[in-house]
């Protein structure tokens, strides 16, 4: 018999269902659907069956699905003890239910069934997963299962707006470290969203699997999404953490945003991680933890890109690729002198068609704008509405350049205020 090309099939109308031989003798109920991970996720490795016995996997390819829509085995000696050590991830076991990342649609949602497809007969693997259903037509179909003949639960459930996310789009979420490595899942996909997404994402998470989420990531990463979750969940996600892996990920934070973290934690933990970071990393976190919050200094980065006031074109470059802060914020090169007082700064669209010999101080605004250090940031905010500013450099008491205030932190101020 030859199975159907490329026919659809949801897990809930698969489970349970009987498994015969070629005789016609029921072998055992489907189970579970084992599935593999790794470069070969979604492909069905097997079909787990419940016999009088106790659980057997059969191997996808010795399964075949009948023209009257039931599963036979093409050979008598297919069955294997089920054992834990398969590598596989299980349809009912592990994702039915569950919370998983939509990669595509940059959410967190919850499986309520799963699509697999029936592939031609020349395919190396008969049965594949197709997506995943998180609406109501999945829900529908587990509700009235065992009500409804499979055929007429079949037929209703397709009038319900179909729901699904393509296999290749989702994320599975596994909490136990060790079966993850044993699974090879890993969020390399995650690292490639926006930091706000990815927040989001964590936000939307229940905190086993936030944790699992966060603890995989690497420290670039997590350092650029710590910044962008609420204060709260900041100190929830590094609970589990150790002071030296919180201190490679805040050394990899912008520091005004690490200093606010340190801030927000007792202070005998903050002194802990403090002590593991690098000194040059600490000793600018340390400086900006003396500040008032409520200042410019406050809330400012010590991360700007800066030259000597006699620098031209032709130096920016050099300067930027050394740069270790992000280098999306960066809107212009600023001139210090030797006693690293302001004397300009450089919009970045100015160097595009400048000249390499040209003198930066050419180029540079002939209004230079900075604020006190001690700055409230009621007064701050006024400043960056009245002169529409993306960045405003903030200056000691002795008018030496200390840091940058950018304009995602007075709109974060501004938010907290309503």
Same mark, same amino acid.
């Given at each position: 018999?030859?199975?159907?090309?490329?026919?659809?099939v949801?897990?809930?109308?698969?489970?349970?269902?009987?498994?015969?031989?070629?005789?016609?003798?029921i072998?055992?109920?489907l189970?579970? =659907?084992?599935?593999?991970?790794?470069?070969?996720?979604?492909?069905?490795? @097997?079909?787990v069956? *419940?016999?009088r016995?106790?659980?057997?996997? /059969?191997?996808?390819?010795?399964?075949m699905?009948?023209?009257?829509?039931t599963?036979?085995?093409?050979?008598?000696?297919?069955? /294997?003890?089920?054992?834990?050590? @398969?590598? $596989? #991830? $299980?349809?009912?076991?592990?994702?039915?239910?569950r919370? !998983?990342?939509?990669?595509?649609g940059?959410?967190?949602?919850?499986v309520?069934?799963?699509?697999?497809?029936?592939?031609? %007969?020349?395919?190396?693997?008969?049965?594949?997963?197709?997506?995943?259903?998180?609406?109501?037509?999945?829900?529908?179909?587990?509700?009235?299962?065992?009500?409804?003949?499979?055929a007429?639960?079949? &037929?209703?459930?397709?009038?319900? *707006?179909e729901?699904?996310?393509?296999?290749?789009?989702?994320?599975?979420?596994?909490?136990?470290?060790?079966?993850? /490595?044993k699974?090879? !899942?890993?969020?390399?996909?995650?690292?490639?969203?926006?930091?706000?997404?990815?927040?989001?994402?964590?936000?939307?998470l229940?905190p086993?699997?936030?944790?699992?989420?966060?603890?995989? #990531? +690497?420290?670039?990463?997590?350092a650029?999404?710590?910044?962008e979750?609420?204060?709260?969940?900041?100190?929830?996600?590094?609970e589990?953490?150790?002071?030296?892996?919180?201190?490679? !990920?805040?050394?990899?934070?912008?520091?005004?945003?690490?200093?606010?973290?340190?801030?927000?934690?007792?202070?005998?933990?903050?002194?802990? !991680?403090?002590?593991e970071?690098?000194?040059?990393?600490? %000793?600018? &976190?340390?400086?900006?933890?003396?500040?008032?919050?409520?200042?410019?200094?406050?809330?400012?980065?010590?991360?700007?890109?800066?030259l000597a006031?006699?620098?031209?074109?032709?130096q /920016?470059?050099?300067?930027?690729?050394?740069?270790?802060?992000?280098?999306?914020?960066?809107?212009?090169?600023?001139?210090?002198?030797?006693?690293?007082? #302001?004397? @300009?700064? &450089?919009?970045?669209?100015?160097?595009?068609?400048a000249?390499?010999?040209?003198?930066?101080?050419?180029?540079?605004?002939?209004?230079?704008l900075?604020?006190?250090?001690?700055?409230?940031?009621?007064?701050?905010?006024?400043?960056? +509405?009245?002169?529409?500013?993306?960045?405003?450099?903030?200056? +000691?008491?002795?008018?030496?350049m200390?840091?940058v &205030?950018?304009? +995602?932190?007075? =709109?974060?101020?501004?938010?907290?205020?309503?």
């Amino acid at each position: 018999m030859q199975p159907r090309t490329t026919a659809r099939v949801s897990l809930t109308a698969l489970l349970g269902m009987p498994v015969t031989d070629a005789q016609g003798q029921i072998r055992g109920r489907l189970k579970d =659907i084992a599935v593999a991970t790794g470069p070969d996720a979604g492909k069905v490795a @097997g079909l787990v069956l *419940k016999t009088r016995t106790g659980l057997f996997i /059969v191997p996808s390819q010795e399964v075949m699905e009948t023209p009257a829509g039931t599963l036979e085995l093409r050979s008598s000696g297919a069955l /294997v003890p089920l054992k834990d050590e @398969g590598n $596989y #991830l $299980y349809l009912q076991q592990d994702l039915i239910d569950r919370q !998983i990342i939509d990669i595509h649609g940059r959410k967190v949602v919850r499986v309520n069934d799963v699509e697999l497809e029936w592939m031609g %007969q020349g395919a190396a693997h008969l049965l594949r997963v197709a997506e995943v259903e998180v609406g109501i037509r999945g829900a529908f179909r587990r509700i009235f299962k065992g009500f409804l003949p499979r055929a007429k639960l079949e &037929v209703l459930s397709r009038k319900f *707006k179909e729901r699904g996310i393509p296999w290749q789009f989702v994320d599975v979420i596994e909490v136990d470290p060790a079966r993850r /490595v044993k699974l090879r !899942i890993e969020y390399e996909r995650l690292a490639e969203m926006h930091p706000s997404d990815l927040a989001e994402i964590l936000e939307d998470l229940a905190p086993a699997e936030r944790e699992a989420v966060f603890t995989s #990531l +690497d420290e670039d990463v997590a350092a650029e999404t710590l910044e962008e979750v609420d204060p709260r969940l900041q100190k929830s996600l590094l609970e589990r953490l150790d002071e030296e892996r919180i201190a490679d !990920i805040i050394e990899e934070m912008d520091p005004g945003a690490a200093a606010d973290l340190l801030g927000e934690l007792p202070e005998e933990q903050s002194d802990a !991680i403090l002590e593991e970071m690098e000194p040059e990393e600490r %000793q600018e &976190v340390s400086e900006l933890l003396e500040f008032d919050e409520h200042s410019a200094a406050g809330c400012m980065t010590t991360d700007f890109v800066y030259l000597a006031v006699n620098a031209t074109v032709a130096q /920016v470059g050099p300067a930027l690729r050394s740069f270790d802060g992000d280098l999306e914020r960066v809107t212009e090169i600023y001139l210090l002198d030797d006693r690293r007082i #302001l004397r @300009g700064s &450089v919009p970045l669209a100015r160097l595009v068609v400048a000249q390499g010999d040209t003198r930066l101080l050419v180029l540079a605004e002939p209004r230079v704008l900075s604020c006190p250090a001690d700055l409230h940031q009621d007064e701050l905010a006024e400043m960056f +509405d009245k002169y529409n500013l993306h960045a405003l450099p903030v200056v +000691d008491t002795g008018e030496r350049m200390v840091g940058v &205030v950018h304009a +995602d932190h007075v =709109i974060s101020f501004l938010r907290d205020k309503l």
